[in-house]
């Protein structure tokens, strides 16, 4: 996109030869099948395999525990690469941004060391299970219950719009430890799915669009864990250990809208310089020209205050009000410049074949999950 602003500092050069890395194993193992994954609905067990054998899973997780040992700057680069790329389906984003941090910031000892490198392998495929069929944004008012009976527990529930819900098999669920204590009731307790009886996979959801990311509802009938798989040490830190994680989750879908944005752009510009109409290229007339340099001053804006967000994040400094602020706001002008571009395809834009087609169904559950952009407005409102 011509972008002329300067790397920031985070952007070291150990992370530009990890985006190499990423920019070719794309390029070689995920590009060529986006197609045959977006009818399928999901992507296939080895290709997390593959990641994990190029050291794109739990980048940050210390190579004690099987990881690349690297921080959040380098989940930033592959939610660029994977976004600018098309490859925003591959649920891996949520798995090494999302799921693995949860075990790393909150897990015991035993249980770091338990799942933590199955976890970078690809052996274990992450989701984590907070909504429920009548609850949204209130993760307070989540029904499903995990009661102590002796050394394990016993879940029951409802989940639904599980990202990874239909491949993952290692879930971090939401549940009521103590349906008396409100938010200090809440706990996270992890399910191996495939060591358990009682968990079944619902529907895998017809979405609008990231067709290729299997999102699916999850039920939970009398679901046996040990004592052991209760997230940290103790009941009841599950809604803290959530709010405390959101900042990180909620900058992540910032990240993934700028680079669909500059993505957007740059596939307009080509498509408005190759196309004629009345005898010129679209890009000749006016109106393009203040369409796109109106994108592309949005664009900037958009990625200086990522850049910036990403460093804030490291250093400990990134608050939730600021990190809603990021999620709103990038999430609402990723809807409209993917919206302004694929008008300037014309009738082309409505069509599946050109990659503005997708990005317009996939850019607009953006300010949804994550807590809906109406929710980031009451958070931001509480700063003033």
């Known amino acids: 996109m011509g972008l002329t602003i300067e790397k920031p500092e985070w952007m070291t050069e150990d992370l530009q030869i990890f985006e190499d890395a990423a920019i070719k194993f794309t390029e070689k193992e995920l590009l060529p099948?986006?197609?045959?994954?977006?009818?399928?609905?999901?992507?296939?067990?080895?290709?997390?395999?593959?990641?994990?054998?190029?050291g794109l899973l739990c980048p940050?997780?210390?190579?004690?525990?099987?990881?690349?040992?690297?921080?959040?700057?380098?989940?930033?680069?592959?939610?660029?690469?994977?976004?600018?790329?098309?490859?925003?389906?591959?649920?891996?984003?949520?798995?090494?941004?999302?799921?693995?941090p949860y075990i790393l910031a909150y897990g015991t000892e035993e249980q770091?060391?338990?799942?933590?490198?199955?976890?970078?392998?690809?052996?274990?495929?992450?989701?984590?299970?907070?909504?429920?069929?009548?609850?949204?944004?209130?993760?307070?008012?989540?029904?499903t219950t995990a009661k102590k009976d002796g050394n394990c527990y016993v879940i029951n529930g409802a989940k639904t719009f599980i990202t990874n819900g239909g491949t993952a098999?290692?879930?971090?669920?939401?549940?009521?430890?103590?349906?008396?204590?409100?938010?200090?009731?809440?706990?996270?307790?992890?399910?191996?799915?495939?060591?358990?009886?009682?968990?079944?996979?619902?529907?895998?959801?017809?979405?609008?669009g990231l067709h290729s990311q299997d999102t699916s509802e999850l039920f939970f009938e009398d679901v046996k864990v040990p004592a052991a798989n209760l997230l940290g040490e103790g009941e009841g830190r599950?809604?803290?250990?959530?709010?405390?994680?959101?900042?990180?989750e909620r900058l992540q879908i910032a990240l993934q809208g700028i680079a669909m944005i500059e993505r957007a752009i740059d596939e307009t510009v080509k498509y408005t310089r190759e196309r004629k109409a009345f005898g010129k290229a679209v890009m000749d007339f006016q109106n393009t020209q203040f369409v796109l340099a109106d994108c592309k001053a949005k664009a900037i804006v958009a990625r200086v205050f990522c850049n910036w967000a990403?460093?804030?994040?490291?250093?400990?400094?990134?608050?939730?009000?600021?990190?809603?602020m990021a999620k709103m706001w990038v999430t609402d002008e990723q809807c409209k410049i993917v919206d302004a571009c694929l008008q300037l395809h014309g009738g082309y834009g409505y069509m599946n074949e050109y990659p503005i087609a997708r990005m317009y169904r996939d850019a607009r559950v953006?300010?949804?999950?994550?807590?809906t952009n109406e929710i980031m407005k009451v958070l931001i409102a509480r700063s003033l």
């Not at 392998?121 to 009548?134: D, F, K, N, S, V």
């Not at 103590?178 to 959801?205: M, N």
Request: aromatic share 8%; hydrophobic share 40%.
């Open 60 to 100: 940050q997780v210390p190579e004690e525990y099987g990881g690349a040992g690297g921080n959040f700057a380098h989940d930033a680069v592959l939610i660029d690469v994977w976004g600018k790329l098309g490859a925003g389906g591959f649920g891996a984003s949520l798995h090494n941004a999302i799921v693995a």
């Open 169 to 208: 098999n290692f879930v971090i669920v939401v549940a009521k430890t103590d349906p008396t204590q409100g938010a200090k009731g809440i706990s996270l307790v992890c399910v191996e799915t495939d060591e358990v009886e009682g968990f079944r996979r619902g529907r895998k959801l017809d979405k609008i």
């Open 112 to 143: 770091k060391k338990r799942w933590l490198p199955r976890m970078a392998t690809g052996e274990l495929i992450g989701a984590i299970a907070m909504t429920e069929p009548g609850t949204g944004s209130d993760l307070q008012s989540v029904k």
């Open 33 to 54: 099948h986006i197609d045959t994954w977006e009818e399928e609905g999901r992507i296939p067990r080895e290709v997390w395999r593959k990641a994990g054998d190029a």
């Open 238 to 248: 599950g809604f803290f250990s959530l709010m405390e994680a959101l900042p990180s």
């Open 366 to 371: 953006q300010k949804i999950y994550g807590g």
């Open 310 to 324: 990403v460093g804030q994040l490291m250093a400990g400094k990134l608050d939730a009000y600021t990190a809603s």
